[in-house]
Structures are given as C-alpha cells and as structure tokens.
C-alpha cells in the first residue's frame, strides 16, 4: 500500500522550460517537505510545509517554489530549470514533530529523478 | 555546511558479524537523531531513533547510540545479514520540522 507517491518517477526537462513534480499521501500527515539530493551528496531539505504554513529553508533557490492545496497533495516547482538542478527529488511527510511520540520519523515517496538537458 | 557527517561512504561485514555506522554532527540544538535505510530505486525508510536525551535505544538486531559529548553517534547491526545491505542515512532534527541528513554509507553484508 503506496503511502507517500511521487510522479513522475522520472521526469526530462529543456533547460528554462518550467517543470512540476507532484507528491501524495494517504497518511494524513500535516507537514510535508521536499528534498533535493544530487548524486553522492545527502538529501537537502529545500522547504516544508506545517498544514498551509510554508517554511522555506533560507538557501533554497527563488527558483524552487511549492504549492499545497489540500493535505494530501503537495507540488514542487522549477520556475526555469538549469543544468545545476538535475537531481533526485524526494518527497516525505510526517506528523507535527513537535506533538512528540514515540516515532516522530519522516516517511519518503520513491523520489522523482529529474534530468535537465 | 554540512551540519551531519558520514565519513565513510562504504562499508562492508562477513555475514554474522557486527555492522557499524558512524555519524557525526556540529550542532548542538540537534534534538532527535534518526538512522534510515536505503534500497536501489525506493526512498528511505525509517530504522531506529534516538532521542537526544538518551545515550541508547535498541530494536531487535538494531542499537544506536548517542555520544553528546563527542557529538557522535553510531548504529550497530548484530548480526549482520544480507537482506541489510544498503544505503544508511544518518539525520538529525532541529525543532521546527528541519531535519539534516548525512551523505550515506553503503553497506554491504557478504554472505
């Protein structure tokens, strides 16, 4: 049973032509975040929403934008892709850390490895 | 700058033995550590956790600790199985919902 769902699971894009990456769960989650991890580096979080609060990190490129429309959906953006932002792209979502538990962990989708050409 | 270290980007144990992972970290404020594991083609998946009010927490073959101190902590695997050859991510929380992960170490368990 898919929890967390990333689409596509590839994506090839032309370099400035703008591109969405979709992410969905069933889990009833309220924070959802997005992530960028480039070959042999560590996923970076790029932002997240807590509900419909938006939380951008501070180094996160203007380029990158998000939309949440509804708890289950969350959408990241390139405005204008370059050749620096072909990478892996990981959704996850979690429950409000800060309401502790026994397992405040985040779940991940598939990710969606996008290629800029 | 990398708040969260794996210095080691892989590794690999005779089946039956013990798996260690490292992880280091520069901040602190860090509150909860967590360890994930990665398959080809899949995302991360949670494995076990510590608070950083602990030094220990231990899941079946899983144990982490946590040296605050040293701001250290490793995941232990015991014993060590095929099926656990992978990718380990070590992260680490801020309050607030950030959360910062290492750069993976490979594990590889050989049979």
């Known amino acids: 049973d898919a929890m967390v769902i990333q689409n596509p699971r590839y994506q090839v894009t032309q370099f400035g032509k703008p591109v969405t990456l979709s992410c969905s769960q069933t889990l009833n989650h309220n924070v959802m975040y997005w992530y960028q991890q480039k070959s042999s580096q560590a996923p970076k979080l790029l932002f997240h929403?807590?509900?419909?609060?938006?939380?951008n990190e501070a180094d996160t490129p203007d380029n990158f934008q998000s939309r949440r429309p509804n708890t289950s959906f969350c959408f990241l953006d390139i405005r204008s892709p370059g050749l620096g932002d072909a990478a892996m792209y990981l959704c996850a979502t979690s429950r409000d850390t800060l309401a502790g538990g026994s397992r405040d962990t985040q779940y991940f989708g598939p990710g969606t490895r996008l290629t800029v050409l | 700058d990398q708040q969260v270290k794996q210095n080691s980007p892989s590794l690999s144990v005779q089946e039956g033995r013990i798996s260690i992972l490292n992880c280091d970290y520069t901040n602190s404020m860090f509150d909860y550590f967590l360890w994930y594991k990665k398959y080809p083609a899949e995302g991360p998946t949670f494995l076990i956790s510590?608070?950083?009010?602990?030094d220990k927490n231990e899941d079946g073959r899983f144990t982490v600790f946590l040296n605050k101190s040293a701001k250290h902590l490793s995941l232990h695997i015991v014993p060590s199985q095929p099926g656990d050859s992978a990718v380990y991510f070590c992260a680490a929380r801020l309050t607030g919902n950030q959360f910062y992960f290492g750069t993976g170490t490979s594990l590889t368990v050989i049979p």
């Open positions: 929403y807590y509900d419909k609060d938006f939380n």
């Open positions: 510590i608070s950083s009010i602990k």
